[in-house]
């Protein structure tokens, strides 16, 4: 679904555990020139291992932590400008104050299939993926629609090369500014 009426920037990548989020986002932001931002990645500067959040404090305790990641990399606040790429974790769109901060946003839904991220996923230490590829298809199945309804744009990475991705959604983000 497009969202013609949302700013460009910040463009925000949400999907699925193991989608590609992470590694497309940053070439994408290469190849446009802006700073990008993964809010796990600040989550565990932070706090330390997902893992060990989860451990310790619990999932609830671990989605506060993203949702203030989330906040300041949406609102500029992690690199001095909204004109960023932003790469948030595959359960962050589950909140509905972030849900309605993307509607402010370029959202681009990056999916694979389960066989697609079953190498991706193998030998990780995911909290939420003790099933491996099972846990991972329900929880991509229970969130898909949260990820649609929020997408500008969505693409399959399951069986593509990385830099034709990034090429396509370059085009397209360049199309549109």
Known sequence: MAHPSRPLFP???IGPM?????????????????PFVDTDKRVVAENGPIAA???ESGEAAFRR???SAVVDALTGATVETRESVVSLGGGAVLD???????????????SA???AVANRI?????????NGTADWQRIFDERRPIYEALASIHIDTSNRAVEQIVDEIVEWVRERS
């Open 11 to 13: 463009l925000v990548f």
């Open 18 to 34: 193991a989608s590609g989020k992470t590694r497309i986002g940053k070439r994408v932001a290469a190849a446009l020139k802006v």
């Open 53 to 55: 959040i989860f451990e």
């Open 65 to 67: 932590l993203e949702r």
């Open 96 to 110: 509905p104050a972030t849900q309605a901060d993307l509607l402010g946003c370029t959202v681009i839904f990056l």
């Open 113 to 115: 299939t389960a066989d």
């Open 122 to 130: 193998r030998g990780g230490k995911r909290p939420l993926l003790t």
